[in-house]
């Protein structure tokens, strides 16, 4: 029975949190299209932070914006589609109780999601969220579903680092 608790909690971890991220994410992007036209920006905390309107037609940071529209559309589409797979097979097979798994994962698939929405309905990704410093340095623009994914690898990577292996297990006893 504690099992069935458990496999419940896994999963509703992963419903709850892609509901959240991506109607708060769609949410938002709708905000952006509806009040700004594209490359407007206000500021919010001058010298730190803008409200910027950026259509990103590439990957993370751009990357492949430029690219052939060809090889670019279907390849943003095709490859997150294949992650979401990657990530379902795995998030199956991660213990019932891995709560830190269960949200690093679940904050990934909603940010794919949010952003794969863009993707296919407006053929680019609506980013806004515009961190800089006085105005000369510019972290690219990104939005909540790129915020997930980050936390989310984030998350990831730490559980990676502070995962007791076997081999530290051992020399605790000795």
């Not at 309905?121 to 915020?147: E, Q």
């Amino acid at each position: 029975m504690k099992k069935n608790r458990f496999l419940r909690r896994k999963y509703i971890i992963l419903l709850a949190l892609v509901a959240v991220l991506v109607v708060g994410d769609q949410l938002t992007k709708l905000v952006v299209l509806q009040k700004f036209r594209l490359g407007e920006s206000i500021s919010i905390l001058p010298g730190l932070f803008n409200l910027t309107y950026i259509r990103n037609t590439g990957a993370a940071f751009g990357l492949f914006a430029h690219a052939d529209p060809m090889f670019r559309i279907p390849f943003f589409v095709l490859v997150p589609l294949l992650a979401l797979g990657a990530i379902a097979y795995i998030f199956r097979k991660i213990p019932d109780s891995d709560v830190h798994l269960s949200v690093a994962l679940s904050l990934v698939v909603g940010g794919a999601v949010g952003n794969l929405i863009d993707r296919i309905t407006l053929g680019y990704v609506v980013d806004f969220l515009d961190f800089h410093w006085k105005y000369r340095y510019h972290f690219p623009a990104f939005n909540i579903a790129d915020s997930a994914i980050c936390v989310g690898v984030g998350i990831l990577m730490l559980d990676l680092l502070l995962q007791k292996t076997p081999d530290s297990k051992a020399g605790k006893k000795s």
